[in-house]
């Protein structure tokens, strides 16, 4: 099986303890922009489940480097890391802003345990009704803190729930919504 052989490649360079991600990061860039564009996006409904996998080992890769602005690619990366923070996938999520982390920006790593909270599906409606923006993030860092939060909280309002599920996600909705009243206009926009 092709997808399995490369996951098994993939966990055996995200696993490895050497400096290689680091040393090869323009291709390990390259190659995991090849798969997104050509595979992942482009694909047709054959082995979501194997594309997904794929896509989770290139993540756990990726979020192996240690100074990911040195990337050439470093700003699409970022932006792709943002995208997938809105994935449907919980590890797709946290793995997107562990890649994030690595950026080393203040308004995110500041708040980092409130951004894992918030990924996190057992801990989100909690992180979330005892968030107060106004009072726990501050202002000058606000607005990478709402650039990395928002596409969180718009997954949590858009993933739907399964069948046994359908109270929890309505509830978890209603919070949400009461949360994004207390956002400045331009955060909604």
């Known amino acids: 099986d092709a997808i399995a052989y490369r996951v098994k ?22 190659l995991f922009f090849d798969f997104f564009t050509n595979e992942y996006e482009a694909a047709d409904e054959d082995a979501p489940k194997g594309r997904q996998k794929l896509l989770i080992s290139h993540l756990q890769v990726l979020a192996k480097f240690t100074n990911p602005r040195c990337v050439t690619r470093g700003k699409e990366l970022r932006k792709l890391y943002i ?8 590890q797709v999520q946290k793995l997107a802003l562990d890649c994030i982390l690595h950026y080393k920006e203040p308004g995110v790593v500041n708040y980092k345990e409130i951004l894992l909270n918030c990924v996190n599906e057992k801990t989100f409606r909690q992180e979330i009704i005892s ?21 969180i909280l718009y997954s949590k309002l858009t993933v739907k729930a399964g069948k046994n599920d359908q109270e929890g996600f309505k509830n978890k909705k209603e919070v949400i919504v009461r949360f994004m009243n207390h956002l400045k206009e331009e955060e909604l926009s």
């Open 131 to 151: 968030l107060n923006l106004n009072e726990k993030v501050e202002g000058e860092l606000r607005e990478g803190f709402s650039e990395i939060f928002l596409p």
């Open 9 to 30: 490649l993939l966990k055996i360079l995200s696993d490895s303890k050497s400096s290689i991600c680091d040393t090869k990061q323009r291709d390990i860039a390259d």
């Open 83 to 90: 995208e997938l923070l809105q994935h449907r996938n919980f």
